[in-house]
């Protein structure tokens, strides 16, 4: 099987298996599953969704999980994304020589320029061709040497929030993300500033999950001291508590899961529903963490009982109402009789946010494997083929 032809987590699990020379027998034994198990995953009966796995199975094979969980070429649902993502990676490549080869713009210029990125009316396809140019100037004018720290303190939110978080959401690969969010920890360095270094250390912890760096990512969040004396400085420690949760889940630490999710919910009482730092946290946020980490220790029927006490129009980003159900529609894929039900709650994250669905590889993957199970002509076949076409999946 070409690379060209990996459509799937599995798949892509299958060609490195061979290439390496190891059985499923051998590779299943040193990764903690059966082997029964893996031949599913390999044949798209069942998703690779839990990143444990996806860890263990690339620890063995002496591969980066970013290999298994890469897009396939090409990319779904494209459109100008991928030139979008070239045009942020020569940016980036400018700026860490010290060349951005931008304009010297005033601050208050940046600022508008980077809050319209967040206005609900911004076209989503535009922030990524807005993205290069901001950077290239953010920069510049840093170098100018005015407005400095205001201007670092944009920098350390602008490469959190917006390049590596737009970047995440678009499937970029881990590499170009991680310089990102250390192009944001260096300009909060600079600022020595508690709240800066904790926004940016926050960015930089959901790197290291997805590159399965769990002990990194905890002695990041063991470092941090943020003060919890304000509204805003309350919501970033909640979304650290957070990221601490699926740290533990994530790394098969399911006794250290729960006390800082009830952590997190005991802030986001306090603080309602917020948007600090454009991190959205409040309680319906917490919810949805709460489900992430019940989905990554394999407990699909208490993820989809949570889903339950969730309204996702509570929160102010359409992305984490996609979240939401797509996140329940994980949780119900796995329950027997429930595969209906999976299909049009993906479907409802789609229409919310496409490119959310589309180019999340843990979402196509559990699309691949409703593919095996859905009846062909039931009445949802049609809709689950639909979102399987669009993310690039074969049909």
Known sequence: MDAEEARTIGQQLRRIRKSRGKSRRVLAELAGMSRTTLQRIESGQRALDKRSEVVALATVLQIAPSELTRLPVPAPANGETDSAIGAVRQALMAVSRNRPGGQVVSVEELRARVQALHDPGYPRPDVGAALPSLIRD??????????????????????????????????????????????????AQELDNPTALGVA??????????????????????????????????????????????????????GDVDAPLEYAAELAQRTGQGNAYWMGFGPTNVGIWRMTAALEVGDHA???????????????????????????????????????????????????????????MFARDVLAELLTRVRRGSPVDRELRGMAYRAGLPV
Not at 317 to 346: C, K, N, P
Request: glycine share 8%; aromatic share 8%; proline share 4%.
């Open 201 to 254: 250390a926050w960015g930089a912890v959901i790197e290291m999950i997805g590159g399965g760096a769990f002990d990194l990512a905890e002695t990041e969040l063991e470092s941090l001291s943020v003060p919890t004396n304000s509204p805003e400085s309350m919501q970033l420690a909640g979304m650290l508590a957070l990221s601490r949760s699926l740290v533990a889940a994530s790394d098969r630490r399911p």
């Open 138 to 187: 953010l920069h510049t004018s840093i170098a100018a040497g005015q407005d400095v720290a205001e201007l670092l303190g944009m920098a350390v939110l602008f490469h959190t929030q917006d390049t590596r978080g737009w970047l995440w959401l678009h499937g970029a690969p881990l590499d170009l993300r991680w310089q990102a969010s250390c192009f944001a920890q260096r300009a």
């Open 302 to 360: 208490g993820a989809a009982a949570l889903a339950e006490g969730v309204n996702p129009d509570e929160h102010p980003s359409r992305e984490r109402q996609a979240t939401y159900w797509i996140e329940y529609g994980r949780a119900l894929a796995r329950l027997r009789g429930r595969e209906a039900d999976a299909v049009m709650a993906f479907r409802r994250g789609e229409i919310l946010y496409p490119i959310r669905l589309q180019r999340n």
